[in-house]
């Protein structure tokens, strides 16, 4: 995917809106980080990763997947968009959107208000 892919899936979920986190380029849902791109390796910041899932998914797939320290402690995995599927990209961002998303919001997206 490119970046522009990308930015088109992410901001086709409900209330979805460009933003800054810790002064960098982000993408936000009701004023909660929602992902970003870090241009240092054309990587997104997926939330809501588990420990288990993400160790998963670097094995499996290390080509897509990586972490760095910083993000060591953290339930999130980095995912390169490159290789990244688009679908895969809109399951992990649909987890954390359902996170931090109104609960209104989620209820209609349910009743078929879908991107």
Same mark, same amino acid.
């Given at each position: 995917?490119?970046?522009?892919?990308?930015?088109?899936?992410?901001?086709?979920?409900?209330?979805?809106?460009?933003?800054?986190?810790?002064?960098?380029?982000?993408?936000?849902?009701?004023?909660?980080?929602?992902?970003? #791109?870090? +241009?240092?390796?054309?990587?997104?910041?997926?939330?809501?990763?588990? %420990?288990? $899932? @993400?160790?998963?998914?670097?094995? *499996?797939?290390?080509?897509?997947?990586?972490?760095?320290?910083?993000?060591?402690?953290?339930?999130?995995? #980095?995912? +390169?968009?490159?290789?990244?599927?688009?679908?895969?990209?809109?399951? %992990?961002? $649909? @987890?954390?959107?359902?996170?931090? *998303?109104?609960?209104?919001?989620?209820?209609?997206?349910?009743?078929?208000?879908?991107?």
């Amino acid at each position: 995917m490119t970046p522009e892919e990308v930015r088109e899936i992410v901001l086709s979920f409900p209330g979805a809106a460009e933003g800054l986190s810790y002064g960098q380029p982000s993408f936000k849902v009701n004023g909660k980080f929602f992902t970003r #791109l870090r +241009r240092e390796d054309a990587s997104l910041v997926l939330l809501e990763v588990g %420990f288990d $899932e @993400r160790e998963m998914l670097i094995e *499996a797939e290390p080509a897509t997947f990586h972490i760095t320290p910083h993000y060591r402690d953290y339930p999130s995995v #980095l995912a +390169r968009i490159e290789t990244l599927h688009p679908g895969s990209l809109r399951n %992990f961002l $649909e @987890r954390r959107w359902r996170k931090i *998303a109104p609960r209104k919001a989620v209820k209609a997206y349910d009743d078929g208000a879908r991107p």
